[in-house]
Antibody, heavy 119, light 112 residues
Protein backbone atom coordinates (compact mmCIF):
# COMPACT_ATOMS: atom_id res chain seq x y z
CA UNK A 1 0.00 0.00 0.00
CA UNK A 2 1.33 3.40 -0.98
CA UNK A 3 1.70 5.68 2.01
CA UNK A 4 3.04 9.17 2.52
CA UNK A 5 3.30 10.56 6.02
CA UNK A 6 4.17 14.17 6.79
CA UNK A 7 5.71 15.27 10.06
CA UNK A 8 7.44 18.26 11.63
CA UNK A 9 4.62 20.77 11.62
CA UNK A 10 3.56 22.99 14.46
CA UNK A 11 3.51 26.56 15.72
CA UNK A 12 6.31 28.91 14.71
CA UNK A 13 6.81 32.63 15.12
CA UNK A 14 6.96 34.96 12.15
CA UNK A 15 10.45 34.98 10.74
CA UNK A 16 11.14 31.52 12.08
CA UNK A 17 11.99 28.26 10.38
CA UNK A 18 10.55 24.78 10.23
CA UNK A 19 11.47 21.58 8.44
CA UNK A 20 8.78 19.20 7.25
CA UNK A 21 9.43 15.57 6.41
CA UNK A 22 7.54 13.25 4.10
CA UNK A 23 8.15 9.55 4.70
CA UNK A 24 7.16 7.21 1.88
CA UNK A 25 6.43 3.51 1.88
CA UNK A 26 4.85 0.90 -0.36
CA UNK A 27 6.51 1.99 -3.60
CA UNK A 28 9.88 2.70 -5.22
CA UNK A 29 10.29 6.20 -3.80
CA UNK A 30 13.46 6.92 -5.76
CA UNK A 31 11.64 6.52 -9.09
CA UNK A 32 9.15 9.34 -8.56
CA UNK A 33 9.06 13.08 -8.21
CA UNK A 34 7.77 14.44 -4.91
CA UNK A 35 5.57 17.52 -4.80
CA UNK A 36 4.50 19.76 -1.93
CA UNK A 37 1.09 21.42 -1.93
CA UNK A 38 -0.45 23.58 0.78
CA UNK A 39 -3.93 24.61 1.76
CA UNK A 40 -4.57 27.65 3.92
CA UNK A 41 -7.50 27.31 6.35
CA UNK A 42 -10.76 27.27 4.41
CA UNK A 43 -9.01 27.93 1.12
CA UNK A 44 -8.06 26.03 -2.02
CA UNK A 45 -4.93 24.17 -3.01
CA UNK A 46 -1.66 25.94 -3.75
CA UNK A 47 1.29 24.18 -5.36
CA UNK A 48 4.47 24.90 -3.39
CA UNK A 49 7.16 23.07 -5.30
CA UNK A 50 8.67 19.78 -6.28
CA UNK A 51 11.83 17.76 -6.58
CA UNK A 52 12.58 15.38 -9.40
CA UNK A 53 14.21 11.97 -9.15
CA UNK A 54 17.90 11.21 -9.68
CA UNK A 55 17.49 10.62 -13.40
CA UNK A 56 16.43 14.27 -13.72
CA UNK A 57 19.21 15.46 -11.44
CA UNK A 58 17.06 16.12 -8.37
CA UNK A 59 15.89 19.33 -10.02
CA UNK A 60 13.70 21.58 -7.91
CA UNK A 61 10.99 24.03 -8.87
CA UNK A 62 9.17 26.48 -6.59
CA UNK A 63 6.13 28.69 -6.57
CA UNK A 64 6.92 32.39 -6.69
CA UNK A 65 5.40 32.87 -3.24
CA UNK A 66 8.03 30.65 -1.58
CA UNK A 67 11.01 30.90 -3.91
CA UNK A 68 14.14 31.93 -2.03
CA UNK A 69 12.60 30.99 1.35
CA UNK A 70 11.72 27.30 0.96
CA UNK A 71 14.04 24.46 -0.02
CA UNK A 72 12.96 20.99 -1.08
CA UNK A 73 15.33 18.06 -0.77
CA UNK A 74 15.17 14.28 -0.63
CA UNK A 75 17.06 11.31 0.75
CA UNK A 76 16.26 8.23 -1.30
CA UNK A 77 18.08 5.98 1.17
CA UNK A 78 15.52 7.05 3.79
CA UNK A 79 12.61 7.14 1.33
CA UNK A 80 11.94 10.67 2.47
CA UNK A 81 11.52 14.16 1.13
CA UNK A 82 11.87 17.40 3.04
CA UNK A 83 10.53 20.92 2.93
CA UNK A 84 12.72 23.42 4.71
CA UNK A 85 10.81 26.62 5.34
CA UNK A 86 12.59 29.82 6.32
CA UNK A 87 11.49 33.41 6.96
CA UNK A 88 7.98 32.15 7.63
CA UNK A 89 5.12 34.63 7.36
CA UNK A 90 1.54 34.60 8.57
CA UNK A 91 0.38 33.76 5.05
CA UNK A 92 2.38 30.52 5.14
CA UNK A 93 -0.08 29.15 7.69
CA UNK A 94 -1.58 26.10 6.02
CA UNK A 95 -1.87 22.35 5.93
CA UNK A 96 1.09 21.06 3.94
CA UNK A 97 0.76 17.94 1.85
CA UNK A 98 3.40 15.91 0.10
CA UNK A 99 2.37 13.95 -2.96
CA UNK A 100 3.83 11.41 -5.31
CA UNK A 101 4.07 12.95 -8.75
CA UNK A 102 4.02 10.80 -11.85
CA UNK A 103 3.90 12.35 -15.30
CA UNK A 104 2.51 15.53 -13.79
CA UNK A 105 -0.29 13.77 -11.91
CA UNK A 106 -0.29 13.89 -8.12
CA UNK A 107 -1.21 10.27 -7.65
CA UNK A 108 -1.00 9.78 -3.89
CA UNK A 109 -1.15 12.28 -1.07
CA UNK A 110 -0.21 12.29 2.55
CA UNK A 111 -2.72 13.20 5.24
CA UNK A 112 -1.16 16.62 5.62
CA UNK A 113 0.51 18.48 8.47
CA UNK A 114 -0.53 21.83 9.92
CA UNK A 115 1.93 24.70 10.07
CA UNK A 116 0.80 27.76 12.02
CA UNK A 117 2.80 30.97 11.85
CA UNK A 118 1.83 33.21 14.73
CA UNK A 119 3.33 35.23 17.53
CA UNK B 1 1.09 31.62 -14.67
CA UNK B 2 -1.78 29.70 -16.20
CA UNK B 3 -5.11 30.54 -14.54
CA UNK B 4 -7.81 27.88 -14.26
CA UNK B 5 -11.38 29.09 -13.76
CA UNK B 6 -13.97 26.61 -12.55
CA UNK B 7 -17.72 26.96 -12.87
CA UNK B 8 -19.91 26.68 -10.98
CA UNK B 9 -18.27 27.29 -7.61
CA UNK B 10 -21.05 25.39 -5.90
CA UNK B 11 -23.37 22.72 -7.21
CA UNK B 12 -26.25 21.37 -5.15
CA UNK B 13 -27.36 18.08 -6.69
CA UNK B 14 -29.94 15.42 -6.02
CA UNK B 15 -28.68 11.92 -5.29
CA UNK B 16 -28.63 9.85 -8.44
CA UNK B 17 -28.57 12.87 -10.72
CA UNK B 18 -25.65 13.97 -12.89
CA UNK B 19 -23.41 16.94 -12.29
CA UNK B 20 -20.88 18.66 -14.52
CA UNK B 21 -18.04 20.98 -13.58
CA UNK B 22 -16.27 23.18 -16.08
CA UNK B 23 -12.63 24.21 -16.01
CA UNK B 24 -11.39 26.88 -18.38
CA UNK B 25 -7.71 27.66 -18.84
CA UNK B 26 -6.18 31.04 -19.65
CA UNK B 27 -4.10 29.36 -22.34
CA UNK B 28 -3.93 26.08 -24.20
CA UNK B 29 -2.84 23.14 -22.10
CA UNK B 30 -1.52 21.10 -25.02
CA UNK B 31 2.07 20.35 -24.14
CA UNK B 32 4.93 20.21 -26.62
CA UNK B 33 4.88 16.42 -26.27
CA UNK B 34 1.29 16.35 -27.51
CA UNK B 35 -0.22 15.49 -24.15
CA UNK B 36 -2.64 17.66 -22.19
CA UNK B 37 -1.80 17.50 -18.52
CA UNK B 38 -5.16 18.47 -17.09
CA UNK B 39 -6.10 16.53 -13.98
CA UNK B 40 -9.10 16.43 -11.65
CA UNK B 41 -8.94 15.89 -7.93
CA UNK B 42 -11.56 15.32 -5.25
CA UNK B 43 -11.29 16.47 -1.67
CA UNK B 44 -13.84 15.04 0.69
CA UNK B 45 -14.47 16.93 3.94
CA UNK B 46 -11.54 16.55 6.32
CA UNK B 47 -9.56 14.47 3.86
CA UNK B 48 -6.52 15.08 1.67
CA UNK B 49 -7.09 15.50 -2.04
CA UNK B 50 -7.42 12.38 -4.18
CA UNK B 51 -6.57 12.05 -7.86
CA UNK B 52 -9.62 11.19 -9.97
CA UNK B 53 -8.61 11.76 -13.57
CA UNK B 54 -5.33 12.51 -15.30
CA UNK B 55 -4.63 13.78 -18.81
CA UNK B 56 -8.21 14.93 -19.21
CA UNK B 57 -10.05 11.63 -19.11
CA UNK B 58 -7.97 8.78 -17.68
CA UNK B 59 -9.40 7.40 -14.46
CA UNK B 60 -6.85 6.76 -11.74
CA UNK B 61 -6.71 3.46 -9.91
CA UNK B 62 -9.89 2.69 -7.97
CA UNK B 63 -11.93 5.59 -9.34
CA UNK B 64 -15.51 4.58 -10.18
CA UNK B 65 -16.59 4.80 -13.80
CA UNK B 66 -19.33 7.29 -12.98
CA UNK B 67 -16.53 9.87 -13.11
CA UNK B 68 -15.54 10.97 -16.59
CA UNK B 69 -13.61 13.80 -18.15
CA UNK B 70 -13.62 15.50 -21.50
CA UNK B 71 -12.36 18.55 -23.29
CA UNK B 72 -9.40 19.87 -25.20
CA UNK B 73 -7.23 22.95 -25.51
CA UNK B 74 -8.61 25.38 -22.94
CA UNK B 75 -11.99 23.92 -21.99
CA UNK B 76 -12.50 20.85 -19.87
CA UNK B 77 -15.35 19.16 -18.05
CA UNK B 78 -15.66 16.72 -15.19
CA UNK B 79 -18.90 14.79 -15.12
CA UNK B 80 -20.36 12.57 -12.43
CA UNK B 81 -23.07 10.50 -14.07
CA UNK B 82 -25.05 9.63 -10.93
CA UNK B 83 -24.05 11.41 -7.76
CA UNK B 84 -23.70 9.32 -4.62
CA UNK B 85 -23.46 10.54 -1.03
CA UNK B 86 -19.72 9.80 -0.93
CA UNK B 87 -19.15 12.25 -3.80
CA UNK B 88 -19.76 15.24 -1.54
CA UNK B 89 -16.71 17.45 -1.42
CA UNK B 90 -14.65 19.95 -3.36
CA UNK B 91 -13.41 19.21 -6.86
CA UNK B 92 -10.33 20.84 -8.32
CA UNK B 93 -8.95 20.91 -11.79
CA UNK B 94 -5.21 21.16 -12.01
CA UNK B 95 -2.80 21.79 -14.84
CA UNK B 96 0.78 20.60 -14.82
CA UNK B 97 2.30 22.53 -17.70
CA UNK B 98 5.55 24.29 -17.18
CA UNK B 99 6.58 26.57 -15.84
CA UNK B 100 4.42 25.95 -12.81
CA UNK B 101 1.42 23.77 -11.92
CA UNK B 102 -1.74 25.57 -10.87
CA UNK B 103 -5.13 24.62 -9.47
CA UNK B 104 -8.60 25.86 -10.12
CA UNK B 105 -10.37 27.52 -7.22
CA UNK B 106 -12.51 24.46 -6.51
CA UNK B 107 -16.16 23.52 -6.92
CA UNK B 108 -18.20 22.33 -3.97
CA UNK B 109 -20.60 19.48 -4.67
CA UNK B 110 -23.31 19.10 -2.06
CA UNK B 111 -26.49 17.12 -1.80
CA UNK B 112 -29.78 19.01 -2.01
Amino acid sequence: EVQLVESGGGLVQPGGSLRLSCAASGFAFSSFYTAWVRQAPGKGLEWVGRISHRADNFATLYAASVRGRFIISRDDSKKSAYLEMNSLQHEDTAVYYCARENWSAFEYWGQGILVTVSS
Amino acid sequence: DIVLTQTPLSSPVTLGQPVSISCRSSQSLVNSDGNTYLNWLQQRPGQPPRLLLYKISNRFSGVPDRFSGSGAGTDFTLRISRVEAEDVGVYYCMQAMLPLPTFGQGTTVEIK
